[in-house]
Nanobody, 125 residues
Framework: QVQLVESGGGLVQAGGSLRLSCAAS????????MGWFRQAPGKEREFVGA????????YYADSVKGRFTISRDNAKNTVYLQMNSLKPEDTAVYYC??????????????????WGQGTQVTVSS
């Protein structure tokens, strides 16, 4: 089992920045990919980006490409989501997730095995 704990959410004005952290514990050696999803009220959970734990390769949704950056600290078993140039439409609960094995389709929530509790990000206009 892997436990994921997000932190770093909050309220920020449009154009501002936030950095989310996701600390993993437990059987972290079994992690393959780690991802970030978000869910706004009344909407489906949406893929934000992902990082392949072994290589560090990153993948992003078109809506955040160029504004968000995912990085990892292997020693701390922590993944970060740096969010710049935030927009009101980025307002959502952000979830960290991890998979046990490599699967095709990093943008599908069903391909992940572990989820954090989520952290609220609110961007005011």
């Amino acid at each position: 089992q892997v436990q994921l704990v997000e932190s770093g959410g909050g309220l920020v004005q449009a154009g501002g920045s936030l950095r989310l952290s996701c600390a993993a514990s437990g059987r972290t050696s079994s992690m393959a990919d780690m991802g970030w999803f978000r869910q706004a009220p009344g909407k489906e959970r949406e893929f934000v980006g992902a990082i392949r734990w072994s290589s560090g390769s990153t993948y992003y949704a078109d809506s955040v490409k160029g504004r968000f950056t995912i990085s990892r600290d292997n020693a701390k078993n922590t993944v970060y989501l740096q969010m710049n140039s935030l927009k009101p439409e980025d307002t959502a609960v952000y979830y960290c997730t991890a998979s046990r094995i490599y699967r095709y389709g990093l943008d599908s929530p069903g391909n992940y095995d572990y989820w954090g509790q989520g952290t609220q990000v609110t961007v005011s206009s």
